[in-house]
Every structure is written in structure tokens, then in C-alpha cells.
């Protein structure tokens, strides 16, 4: 069964605190992608990546960074967390070219305090 | 940039009966992708049903189908004999067929199942 696995499924930080969100996939996929989700707003991209040390801003990438070492991991920073920044995160692979959508990981629900 | 709109936030049905969700887009491409995921309480996104804009024809996934009205940008999702394992959010989802596009999500329906 194809898996994108993101490492953490609950998570709480303090405000101020260097927040890291990992994802990898088994799928040798080109594609992954970050992902936030809050009510009423649906699913906004922060980073999307195509290749390996490539990343590409979303729609609102302020306040993240992602790094991409290697081909089945993409992570997601939050250089200095704070309260708005409180969501889901869902992270998702594709091949290139995506004609059959993402696959998605069960989503990290992060809470800043 | 295109954008996808679900103007229906919650929808509830009663089981066995048959739901409707709709989702509307706006783009100026003329190829390009339409998606349906499902997200449990889980909250594991699942496809649950894809259609191509050159292709007429309304794709069907067992109990899930499409109406896709192309001129009028048009893209609901019609549930038949509704199971309890339908309770979800659902969402729409665009991707126009060039290169490398990322999806882009409406903001989600809410169903819920009434036994």
C-alpha cells in the first residue's frame, strides 16, 4: 500500500520555537507539496517542491521554509512559530505531471501556544 | 488564477437517500482536470473521483458521479444510496493540463449522514 507518512500526528509548540514538520513518501514520486488546512478557508499550498533541493513558493509561504535532501523526504519549518500559524498540515506527493491527483498523509494538527 | 467555489459549507442527508454537492470554477483554460476528495475523521484525503474537461462524458465511481457542465463551469458530485461511511468533508479540486500544476481546492463541504 503507497504511503506518504508524516512523522508527527498531534504536535504543541510555543510561541517562538523552531518547528520542524516531516513528510516522506515510498512512492518515488517527483511532486510533494505542504499544504495548510483551516476551517472555512479549505486547502491553501505553502511549498511545493518537483525535484530534490527544489521548492517552489505556494500561495502563502510567509513565515515557512521547506528543505528537500532527498527525493522521498520534504520538510516543513516554521523558523519562529507563533499562535496564527496554529492548523493542519497536510502534506501530499505526486508524479510529474499529476494527471491522477495527489496522494495525501494523514495531516499533523499543530497547535502554537 | 483560477479559484473553486462550494457555496454549501454543511450538507446533511438522510441515509439511503441520494446528496448533491456542488462546486463551481472559474478558468479561461479549455484542458484541464476536475477532482472530488473525500476527508473523513481520519482526515486521510481520498479521491474520489476525477474528470477530464475534454472528456463529455460524466465520470462515475460506483455510488459517486458527476454532473460536469462545462460552458456553465459546473462540477457537483451526486452520492446515491448514502452509507454512513459517506460522513465527510468533501472537496473540489481544479487542475488545469499544463506542465506541472499544483491542485487548487474550494473551501469544503461538510456532510453529515442521518441514520
Known amino acids: 500500500d503507497v504511503k506518504v507518512t508524516q512523522s508527527s500526528r498531534y504536535l504543541v509548540k510555543r510561541t517562538g520555537e523552531k518547528v520542524f514538520l516531516e513528510c516522506v513518501q515510498d512512492m518515488d514520486h517527483e511532486n510533494m507539496f505542504w499544504y495548510r488546512q483551516d476551517p472555512g478557508l479549505g486547502l491553501r499550498l505553502i511549498y511545493f517542491?518537483?525535484?530534490?533541493?527544489?521548492?517552489e513558493k505556494g500561495d502563502i509561504p510567509e513565515g515557512y521554509s521547506v528543505s528537500r535532501e532527498k527525493k522521498e523526504r520534504f520538510s516543513l519549518i516554521l523558523e519562529s512559530a507563533s499562535t496564527n500559524q496554529t492548523s493542519m498540515y497536510l502534506c501530499?506527493?505526486?508524479?510529474?505531471?499529476?494527471?491522477?491527483?495527489?496522494?495525501f498523509g494523514s495531516g499533523t494538527r499543530l497547535t502554537v501556544v | 488564477a483560477q479559484t473553486v467555489t462550494q457555496s454549501q459549507p454543511e450538507m446533511s442527508v438522510q441515509e439511503a437517500e441520494t446528496v448533491t454537492l456542488s462546486c463551481t470554477y472559474d478558468t479561461s483554460e479549455s484542458d484541464y482536470y476536475l477532482f472530488w476528495y473525500k476527508q473523513p475523521p481520519s482526515r486521510q484525503m481520498i479521491l474520489v473521483i476525477r474528470q477530464e474537461a475534454y472528456k463529455q462524458q460524466n465520470a462515475t465511481e460506483n455510488r459517486f458521479s458527476v454532473n460536469f457542465q462545462k460552458a456553465a463551469k459546473s462540477f457537483s458530485l451526486k452520492i446515491s444510496d448514502s452509507q454512513l461511511g459517506d460522513a465527510a468533508m468533501y472537496f473540489c479540486a481544479y487542475r488545469r493540463n499544463f506542465g506541472n500544476e499544483k491542485l487548487t481546492f474550494g473551501t469544503g463541504t461538510r456532510l453529515t449522514i442521518i441514520p
Open positions: 501530499a506527493s505526486s508524479p510529474w505531471g499529476q494527471s491522477y491527483g495527489y496522494t
Open positions: 517542491s518537483y525535484d530534490v533541493k527544489m521548492k
